[in-house]
C-alpha cells in the first residue's frame, strides 16, 4: 500500500526558507488523479492545512501562508516538496504530508524548528 | 474559510461507554467531511470520509453522520486504545479547516 516518508532539516534559522519533501512509496505521485497535501501541528495545537499539489504541477496554498509557500512535484522521483520562506519561531511545527481529500494516508511527520 | 467547531473540546468516558462528538461547519459543507484520530506522538489516521463511510479497516463501534452544518461522531463502545485527540475536517470548500479537536480519555 502507498506510504509516504517526509525529510528535510529539522533545524532551521529565521528568515531562512524551511525545505521538506515527501517521497511516495507503494505506488506512484502521478497516478489515480490524487492531489497531495502539507498539513503542519504547531506543538501542543490542533491541525493547520497548508496546501496541495496536483501530479500536474496544480496548486493550491491556504491565504494564511500563500505569499511564503511553494510547492513542487518530481514525478521522476516520486515525491513532492514544499519551501516555505522567511520562516520565524512561529513556523516550527511538525510537518505532514498526506494524500488527496481524503487525507487517508499520512507520512509519520517531521518536526521543524525555527531557531538561531 | 469555513469555520469548524467541535465539543466539546475534551471529555473522560469510562471503558463501554458510548461516546459522541459534534462538529459543526460555519456554512453548508454538504457531506464534505471526514474525522480522524490522532494518538500522542503519531500522525492523524482517518476514520470516517464523506461524513458516514467507514474507512477500510476501521473498527464498527466508529460512526458518523450529519449533513449541511452540523455533524456527529460516535464511539459506541469506548475502548483504552480508543484514547486520542478527535478531529473533524471539511473539504467543501478551499482552504480546507480542521476542527480544533476533542481530546478523549478514560475515567
Known amino acids: 500500500q502507498v506510504q509516504l516518508q517526509e525529510s528535510g532539516p529539522g533545524l532551521v534559522k529565521p528568515s531562512q526558507t524551511l525545505s521538506l519533501t515527501c517521497t511516495v512509496s507503494?505506488?506512484?505521485?502521478?497516478?489515480?488523479?490524487?492531489?497531495w497535501s502539507w498539513i503542519r501541528q504547531h506543538p501542543g495545537k490542533g491541525l493547520e492545512w497548508i496546501g496541495y499539489?496536483?501530479?500536474?504541477?496544480?496548486?493550491y496554498y491556504n491565504p494564511s501562508l500563500k505569499s511564503r509557500v511553494t510547492m513542487s512535484v518530481d514525478t521522476s522521483k516520486n515525491h513532492f516538496s514544499l519551501k516555505l520562506s522567511s520562516v520565524t519561531a512561529a513556523d516550527t511545527a511538525v510537518y505532514y504530508c498526506?494524500?488527496?481529500?481524503?487525507?487517508?494516508?499520512w507520512g509519520q511527520g517531521t518536526t521543524v524548528t525555527v531557531s538561531s | 474559510d469555513i469555520q469548524m467547531t467541535q465539543s466539546p473540546s475534551s471529555l473522560s468516558a469510562s471503558v463501554g461507554d458510548r461516546v459522541t462528538i459534534t462538529c459543526q461547519a460555519s456554512?453548508?459543507?454538504?457531506?464534505?467531511l471526514n474525522w480522524y484520530q490522532q494518538k500522542p506522538g503519531k500522525a492523524p489516521k482517518l476514520l470516517i470520509y464523506?461524513?458516514?463511510n467507514l474507512e477500510t479497516g476501521v473498527p464498527s463501534r466508529f460512526s458518523g453522520s450529519g449533513s449541511g452544518t452540523d455533524f456527529t461522531f460516535t464511539i459506541s463502545t469506548l475502548q483504552p486504545e480508543d484514547i486520542a485527540t478527535y478531529y473533524c475536517?471539511?473539504?467543501?470548500?478551499?482552504?480546507?479547516?480542521f476542527g480544533p479537536g476533542t481530546k478523549v480519555d478514560i475515567k
Open positions: 464523506d461524513a458516514s
Open positions: 475536517q471539511q473539504y467543501d470548500n478551499l482552504p480546507f479547516t
Open positions: 507503494g505506488g506512484s505521485v502521478s497516478s489515480g488523479g490524487f492531489y
Open positions: 499539489i496536483y501530479y500536474s504541477g496544480n496548486t
Open positions: 456554512q453548508d459543507i454538504s457531506n464534505y
Open positions: 498526506a494524500r488527496d481529500y481524503r487525507m487517508d494516508v
